[in-house]
């Protein structure tokens, strides 16, 4: 028999975090959209949690629950705020674990501290204005001078650049794409202005730029040339990480409609008696259903060393398109008020967008799929 159940200590996280998210984070959401920041105080709240550093082992200060208790906690972060949901994210997920993934022994005792107590915040630099979906084609270059590393390049849509300690640097080396740990006081970095998005207003994204940034030597991560299979890596677990930060507001938005279908009135009686409001919560219903199912599977299976690139690229395809779905319908239900910015649907309408562009481009996710389908005969 297989156990899909949740461990005491995992249900503890879970409950302390949705504690956390209704309470503090969820009442002021809506402030932070509009005002494009999440406050500090939060951000040291979240801190104190242990939630900066939640997936990764205790050994190296995390709080060691693996990627399951990783996106029980995404799941409840962004059921009340998707933009912090994306700072944790881009800090954990993909910014420190990167460091993670690619360091030796050494490197993770010395480096990876400090970014699991979040002392440091992390951001995850790979996307370049020519290298987005085509991520081997990134020309930002690191060569060798003596002792140090000398960086050139240009980063873009980098999350949490703007006040980020530390940056997972991918450039290009004489032996292929590399890895480094680059601290953002170094002289030689500029960080651009806060893009103006969309959504997920209040997660800052910046351009990094390198001129002649010099690094020590042993701040390249792992091997040299070896980065293009350590960003791929970072970016599975990323992917289902994602899957959780959908999987939350998708749960909210059934929960605010199924509410308000049965408190609303038309034809002098709720609307939830009209059958094709029924409907309507019966899809949002089904998809939440699919997507948590195949979530924290694959979670489960990643913390086990069994995912594969193309478990998570489901998870990431999935989820995004179903909270884009759901998004649509919790407004469809809710009609005028659903649209207005009295209530958080609009917001979460507009955030849940990017989640089909970031990480991947959902595109790119399909051809992830379909190749390893094919390298693999079809075969599940």
């Known amino acids: 028999m297989i156990d899909f159940s949740f461990t005491e200590e995992q249900n503890m996280l879970r409950e302390m975090v949705r504690d956390f998210a209704n309470n503090?984070?969820?009442?002021?959401?809506?402030?932070?959209?509009?005002?494009?920041?999440i406050p500090d105080y939060i951000i040291d709240k979240i801190r104190e949690l242990g939630l900066l550093g939640a997936s990764f082992p205790i050994e190296y200060g995390g709080s060691g629950f693996g990627e399951v208790g990783y996106c029980i906690m995404q799941e409840e972060i962004a059921r009340a705020c998707l933009s912090t949901a994306t700072f944790i994210g881009a800090h954990q997920s993909i910014g420190t674990n990167s460091i993670y993934i690619g360091s030796t022994e050494e490197q993770r005792q010395r480096?990876?501290?400090?970014?699991?107590?979040?002392?440091?915040?992390?951001?995850?630099?790979?996307?370049?204005?020519?290298?987005g979906s085509d991520a081997f084609n990134l020309k930002t270059r690191a060569e060798l001078d003596g002792n140090e590393w000398i960086l050139n390049g240009e980063k873009m849509w980098i999350t949490n650049a703007p006040f980020a300690n530390v940056f997972a640097v991918f450039a290009r080396t004489k032996l292929g794409i590399s890895l480094f740990y680059v601290p953002a006081e170094t002289p030689g970095i500029s960080i651009g202005a806060p893009e103006k998005k969309m959504?997920?207003?209040?997660?800052?994204?910046?351009?990094?730029?390198?001129?002649n940034a010099r690094i020590p030597q042993d701040y390249l991560i792992g091997r040299e040339g070896k980065a293009f299979i350590y960003a791929m890596k970072t970016l599975d677990a990323g992917r289902i990480g994602l899957g959780a930060a959908a999987l939350g507001p998708m749960k909210e938005l059934l929960e605010l409609s199924t509410v308000y279908a049965k408190t609303r009135k038309q034809f002098d009686q709720p609307i939830a008696n009209f059958q094709a409001v029924q409907f309507m919560l019966a899809d949002?219903?089904?998809?939440?259903?699919?997507?948590?199912?195949?979530?924290?599977?694959?979670?489960?299976?990643?913390?086990?060393?069994?995912?594969?690139?193309?478990?998570?690229?489901?998870?990431?395809?999935?989820?995004?398109?179903?909270?884009?779905k759901i998004a649509d319908l919790a407004i469809q239900v809710h009609g005028g008020m659903g649209y207005s910015r009295e209530l958080s649907i609009e917001r979460v309408y507009r955030d849940s967008r990017i989640n089909r562009i970031f990480e991947g481009t959902n595109e790119i996710q399909k051809l992830v799929i379909a190749n390893d389908l094919i390298k693999r005969n079809g075969k599940m």
Request: with cysteine; glycine share 6%; aromatic share 6%.
């Open 24 to 37: 503090e984070l969820k009442p002021i959401a809506q402030k932070i959209d509009e005002e494009e920041s």
């Open 111 to 131: 480096f990876l501290p400090a970014l699991t107590s979040g002392e440091k915040i992390a951001a995850y630099a790979l996307t370049e204005p020519q290298a």
């Open 199 to 211: 959504g997920i207003r209040g997660s800052k994204t910046a351009s990094v730029t390198f001129d």
């Open 284 to 324: 949002m219903a089904a998809e939440i259903y699919g997507c948590e199912s195949m979530l924290y599977r694959t979670a489960n299976d990643y913390d086990h060393g069994v995912v594969t690139s193309r478990q998570a690229a489901i998870v990431k395809l999935r989820c995004s398109e179903a909270l884009d």
